[in-house]
């Protein structure tokens, strides 16, 4: 699980539905075809300081955890599970999806004596997956498939990054 040490400033959710203009000969329009509605994105900063060792190994093992989302998982000699791993992004109130990381970038901006990252800032893309079907009226009205509580933290096939607020 990740846990970000602050708030964000910004998050970006970002959907689209894509539409297919049909040509029939000798119509005066382009009449619109619905085709699908594109996967949920959701961008963010989060941003790591460490004042203290503690703090310092605890960023050096969120890096590397981000790092390993973009990689398959060992799944032995099976081909078929060795994706890389999904994620649960909680936000509490706000939003809760099962997605993939699609991007990461992150900027080192602080360095000890020792050469290493005191502070960064990880850019995250990441990207929903559902294995089902959803309709207008189920996103109007489901308060919980977007919106869900700590509870929802998974089932232990998926990493969280979970970002906490500040009360």
């Known amino acids: ?3 970000a040490q602050s708030n964000p ?7 689209g539905a894509n539409w297919v203009k049909l040509a029939p000969p000798g119509q005066g ?5 619905f085709s699908l509605t594109e996967n949920l ?3 963010l900063e989060l941003e790591f300081r460490a004042y203290y060792p503690t703090e310092l190994h605890q960023n050096q093992r969120a890096r590397r955890l981000m790092h390993a989302w973009h990689y398959p998982r060992n799944a032995g000699d099976d081909f078929t599970g060795g994706g890389a791993p999904t994620l649960l992004f909680f936000w509490p109130g706000l939003l809760s999806i099962v997605a993939v990381s699609r991007k990461l970038k992150i900027v080192h901006t602080q360095f000890n004596r020792d050469g290493q990252s005191v502070r960064f800032t990880a850019s995250l893309e990441l990207e929903e997956i559902r294995s089902y079907r959803t309709t207008t009226d189920r996103i109007e009205e489901d308060n919980d498939l977007r919106l869900g ?3 929802d933290l998974g089932s232990g096939n998926t990493d969280a990054v ?3 607020t500040r009360r």
Do not use: F, N, Q
């Open 1 to 3: 699980m990740l846990t």
């Open 9 to 15: 400033t910004r998050l970006e959710e970002a959907i």
């Open 29 to 33: 329009h382009e009449p619109l075809h």
């Open 41 to 43: 994105s959701v961008s």
């Open 149 to 151: 509580g700590l509870e």
């Open 162 to 164: 979970v970002v906490r």
